[in-house]
């Protein structure tokens, strides 16, 4: 459905349209979407479009992106201290670990 709303505004009914499910059922995906601010409705008319707020995915991307990123950098640290440790495991001057 978010990738429908991509392209375009939609009714309940033409989002619904494709798949084998209940009108009723999209309406309630769709409350929890409009409830997290990734969706809004308006009313024209008879219809009442489902607009996709595009922005709030770009503010979600940029989000995940920078913890991401940051994760990225504690793996690298990570990998950096286990090959540090194996490289210390593997020193024939060290018994135990520690220094002779």
């Known amino acids: 459905m978010v990738a ?5 505004d939609a009714t309940v009914n033409e989002l619904a349209g494709p798949y084998s499910v209940t009108v009723q059922a999209v309406s309630k995906h769709l409350k929890v979407l409009e409830d997290a601010g990734l ?4 009313k024209q008319a008879q219809r009442r479009p489902v607009h996709l707020e595009a922005e709030v995915f770009d503010l979600m991307t940029k989000w995940i992106e920078r913890y991401r990123r940051e994760a990225e950098q504690r793996y690298q640290r990570l990998d950096t201290v286990l090959a540090e440790l194996a490289t210390e495991g593997s020193d024939p001057d060290r018994v135990g670990g520690e220094a002779s």
Do not use: F, I, K
């Open 4 to 8: 429908r709303l991509a392209v375009g």
């Open 39 to 42: 969706v809004s409705r308006s």
